[in-house]
């Protein structure tokens, strides 16, 4: 089951522009990930965070940026929004860092 | 360098016709393999995971199996309820749940 929820669903930006997408993690999960999914594409992995802590980061640059919270709640941050970052971008939240791990719903970024 | 590939790409069957979807990875060294389902606008529905060769999982009318090199995600008598992209994600050695993903095959059941 999940119980991972993100928000918000939809959002458009400009290019240049900064955005911040939102995760709540099913309840008790402490290790939260997030993908990047274009259009056609598989997920692509960005980072995870474990109790608060960046716990791997995949080959995204640095104007991608996260946070988790001590609820587990996490944040991704992208600035300097380029049209390419146009995507789903996925949250994902398991009990630890070494079981399943369950997708919210995803928040559709559009970067005119 | 890590590379998760499935064929085909898109796939159409009749409802009530069994088919497999097919799953290859090279890996410098396979943790656990994953299948999830995920339906239009989206987010990945988890189906099952695997961790050695010659295991299998089945659920309702799939069934997931794992060999050294691919695995296969078998659906038998598929119903139009199916039809969605099936993911299979690979997690490497040492790398804490932090996933691989083929691009998916994209299937249809016609009823």
């Known amino acids: 089951e999940t119980g991972v929820t993100q928000s918000p669903t939809h959002l458009i930006k400009t290019r240049g522009q900064q955005v911040t997408l939102r995760c709540s993690s099913q309840?008790?999960?402490?290790?939260v990930s997030w993908y990047q999914q274009a259009l056609g594409q598989g997920p692509q992995f960005i980072f995870q965070?474990?109790?608060?802590?960046?716990?791997g980061r995949g080959n995204f640059p640095p104007r991608f940026s996260g946070l988790q919270f001590p609820n587990y709640s996490s944040e991704l941050n992208v600035n300097a929004l380029e049209l390419d970052d146009s995507a789903l971008y996925l949250c994902?939240?398991?009990?630890?860092?070494?079981?399943?791990?369950?997708f919210g719903q995803g928040t559709r970024l559009t970067v005119v | 360098e890590d590379q998760v590939t499935q064929s085909p790409e898109a796939l159409r069957l009749q409802e009530g016709e069994s088919s497999s979807l097919n799953c290859s990875y090279t890996?410098?060294?396979?943790?656990?393999l994953f299948w999830y389902r995920q339906d239009p606008g989206k987010g990945p529905e988890f189906l099952f995971t695997l961790y050695s060769a010659g295991e299998e999982k089945e659920k309702e009318r799939l069934k997931a199996t794992l060999t050294k090199k691919e695995s296969f995600l078998h659906i038998t008598a598929p119903k139009p309820e199916d039809s969605a992209t099936y993911l299979c994600?690979?997690?490497?050695?040492?790398?804490?749940?932090?996933?691989?993903f083929g691009s998916g095959t994209q299937l249809t059941v016609l009823p």
């Open positions: 965070y474990y109790r608060e802590e960046e716990n």
């Open positions: 994902a939240s398991s009990l630890t860092a070494n079981t399943e791990a369950f």
């Open positions: 994600a690979v997690e490497i050695v040492g790398s804490a749940r932090q996933l691989t």
């Open positions: 309840s008790g999960h402490n290790t």
């Open positions: 890996v410098s060294g396979l943790r656990g």
